[in-house]
């Protein structure tokens, strides 16, 4: 069977089982349907689309990426139901512009697709959050954030998430962070111990009543009946 | 040939005041004896030393054998800090917590190389030796340490415990660096001292 196609289990599997592919070819193997149909339905903002691996890279034109992430999402003949991974990536040299990576992956379809786009140097690193459309960006966006000091414009809780919040250093993963920070070592313990663990995190357990208003509407549904959580 | 040892070493002379009576080196011994052999540790397992720090708990390596079965979660009930991993400037602050909620007496092993020196990670992130935070007794060398490792040090902390004294007064005080000493070095200075090797061979150890 080919390898996009929609999977079907149950009573309307087909006889072949999927199998993983053996051999793969570097940069001669098909592209993922999903590239061509963004191609047609936005034209100029694909840059050009690679294929490495049997993976298919679309190259994008940031201000073009919430509004083909949420085409993506919701399209039938897409459903890209799953964000995997969000990060971003600068190169050594200086000229290369720093690039934001999106894995999409869609279950129905088992199609994976990584979507990048380029911040050119000199702009500043601002792109618009895909957190409205899957909420699994809202950490990932932070980590990055974190990491490489790209905004996302329209997350709603833009914080560091592995430094501490008053990090004052920098960005570690770029390219100008040396290794050992910038600071000196006594400087950076003493801004860590001046840290307050629990200025953000509460040492009270959050139940499920407190956070009733914000759970699901199946889970609402299924607790109003008094279903048991376990607790 | 300096084989013969000096008059001076031959001697052993000592102040009959300064020492403590027989009723206080036997209670000294029965204490020291009591807290050496159920010293409960507090694990602050942070990377893979702790798989070995579970591996001496478990039954092969037992670490029941030295009283210490009961691992205690809660701070407040132990006696031994066993930091096993590396401690990122993140959590420098909740290990200080830890330390601090922990009443006396208390020690507290350094085990292995990330937790004593920084270890490979010589980065922005990790703390070069929790020694710049806590106070430490005994350091395991090892990447990580193999469970007969750590039980060494185990008993290393045990021979330290029996040799405590209750009429040392000095022994749990927590002393902080005087400036107006004449051997204070600001922290600045250590920086600058350290700053080309700055790394698991010659430390900054300049913790405010």
């Known amino acids: 069977m080919s390898r996009f196609e929609v999977v079907r289990t149950g009573a309307s599997a087909p006889d072949s089982q999927p199998a993983t592919q053996r051999t793969v070819s570097h940069r001669t193997e098909p592209a993922n349907p999903s590239a061509k149909a963004l191609q047609e339905k936005f034209s100029s903002a694909v840059k050009r689309v690679e294929v490495i691996w049997g993976e298919t890279v679309v190259y994008v034109d940031p201000a073009a990426v919430k509004q083909m992430m949420g085409w993506l999402h919701d399209d039938p003949s897409q459903r890209y139901d799953f964000l995997s991974d969000l990060t971003a990536v600068e190169y050594r040299d200086a000229e290369v512009p720093i690039e934001v990576v999106w894995h999409l992956r869609s279950l129905p379809y088992r199609r994976f697709l990584r979507i990048k786009a380029q911040i050119q140097k000199g702009q500043p690193l601002e792109i618009d959050s895909v957190y409205d459309i899957y909420r699994s960006a809202d950490w990932l966006e932070r980590e990055c954030y974190d990491m490489f000091g790209i905004r996302f414009r329209g997350h709603p809780d833009l914080r560091r998430l592995l430094m501490w919040e008053s990090y004052k250093e920098g960005f570690p993963l770029r390219k100008d962070f040396p290794l050992r920070g910038r600071f000196s070592r006594s400087e950076q313990l003493r801004q860590a111990l001046a840290q307050n663990p629990e200025a953000r995190y509460s040492m009270e357990e959050l139940t499920i009543a407190d956070a009733f208003a914000e759970l699901p509407t199946d889970m609402r549904d299924r607790l109003s009946k008094g279903e048991r959580t376990g607790e | ?208």
Not at chain 2, 52 to 75: Q, V
């Open chain 2, 1 to 208: 040939m300096g084989l013969t040892t000096p008059a001076e070493h031959r001697t052993v002379s000592y102040i009959p005041e300064s020492q403590e009576g027989w009723a206080a080196t036997r209670l000294d011994f029965l204490v020291n004896w009591a807290r050496a052999n159920s010293l409960w540790p507090m694990p602050f397992g942070t990377a893979c030393c702790a798989i070995e720090f579970m591996a001496t708990a478990a039954s092969d390596f037992d670490l029941a054998r030295f009283g210490m079965e009961r691992m205690s979660f809660s701070p407040r009930q132990a006696d031994v800090l066993i930091c096993a991993g590396r401690v990122p400037f993140k959590l420098a602050p909740i290990i200080r917590r830890i330390w601090q909620q922990m009443p006396q007496p208390k020690w507290c092993i350094s085990m292995g190389a990330c937790a004593s020196t920084g270890g490979m990670f010589d980065n922005y992130a990790v703390v070069q030796g929790i020694d710049t935070i806590i106070p430490v007794d005994v350091y395991v060398p090892g990447c990580p340490p193999r469970p007969e490792g750590l039980i060494y040090g185990i008993r290393m902390l045990q021979e330290k415990v029996k040799n405590e004294r209750a009429a040392d007064k000095g022994t749990r005080d927590e002393m902080e660096p005087d400036p107006s000493s004449q051997l204070y070095i600001p922290p600045s200075v250590i920086d600058e001292l350290g700053e080309p090797f700055g790394n698991s061979v010659n430390q900054t150890r300049s913790a405010p």
